[in-house]
């Protein structure tokens, strides 16, 4: 069973930037897919970004341009890099891992709020 334990999350002004990090209880190297996943309040779970074994990277449309994902494999360790965000990026922030089909394994999340 992996465990996922996300950091960072907390209160930052419209326009600043905040860096979430989620670390792995298990090696990462050969983990097909990892992302991240928001849930504002009141709303379903929506995609953020993802980053594949291969190195691409893909990312929700809200977000491009301003938010980048990065694993460090050594450190079994992703990241979100949040530039500029907005209010509407106020939501809970999961990180996730699994298979090119499916994620297995979820963190408890952590909360990020964008005053304006």
């Known amino acids: 069973q992996v465990q996922l334990v996300e950091s960072g999350g907390g209160l930052v002004q419209a326009g600043g930037s905040l860096r979430l990090s989620c670390v792995a209880s298990?090696?990462?190297?050969?983990?097909?897919?990892m992302g991240w996943v928001r849930q504002a309040p009141g709303s379903e779970r929506e995609f953020v970004a993802v980053?594949?074994?291969?190195?691409?990277?893909s990312y929700a449309d809200s977000v491009q341009g301003r938010f980048t994902i990065s694993r460090d494999n050594a450190k079994n360790t992703m990241f979100l890099q949040m530039n500029s965000p907005t209010p509407a990026a106020t939501a809970v922030y999961y990180c996730?891992?699994?298979?090119?089909?499916?994620?297995?394994?979820w963190g408890q999340g952590t909360q990020v709020t964008v005053s304006s």
């Open positions: 980053t594949w074994r291969g190195g691409d990277t």
């Open positions: 996730a891992t699994g298979t090119y089909t499916r994620y297995a394994y």
């Open positions: 298990e090696s990462i190297f050969n983990v097909e897919r």
